[in-house]
């Protein structure tokens, strides 16, 4: 799962890995070890969309050829928030 965040909430589902892109630089820094992408750096100038977008794809091929995000290393399972609209079948 791919989830985006600027304020830092620190995802971590039990039953998939959660690739985390950070678009705000300063919570980057202030959470760095539970964050697996800056893209805040393209805020900053440091860095292109494209680039960025080119450490997302690797990082998504990473995770699924067995490696690990970080939610997965630091093993943080703490949340899983499940909401479903309408009819589920």
């Keep these: ?8 909430a620190p995802q971590g589902f ?21 964050m697996d992408i800056n893209a805040g750096l393209i805020v900053e100038g440091a860095k292109t969309i ?3 977008g080119e450490e997302v794809y690797r990082k998504i091929e990473e995770v699924l ?8 290393s630091i ?3 703490g949340s899983i928030e499940i909401y479903t609209r309408g009819p589920v079948i």
């Design 14 to 34: 039990p039953i998939m890995p959660v690739v985390k892109v950070c678009g705000n630089p300063v919570t980057y820094r202030h959470m760095e070890g539970d």
């Design 65 to 72: 050829s067995g490696g690990m995000s970080k939610n997965e």
């Design 75 to 77: 093993q943080y399972y």
């Design 1 to 8: 799962m791919m989830f985006s965040t600027g304020r830092g």
């Design 50 to 52: 494209e680039e960025v």
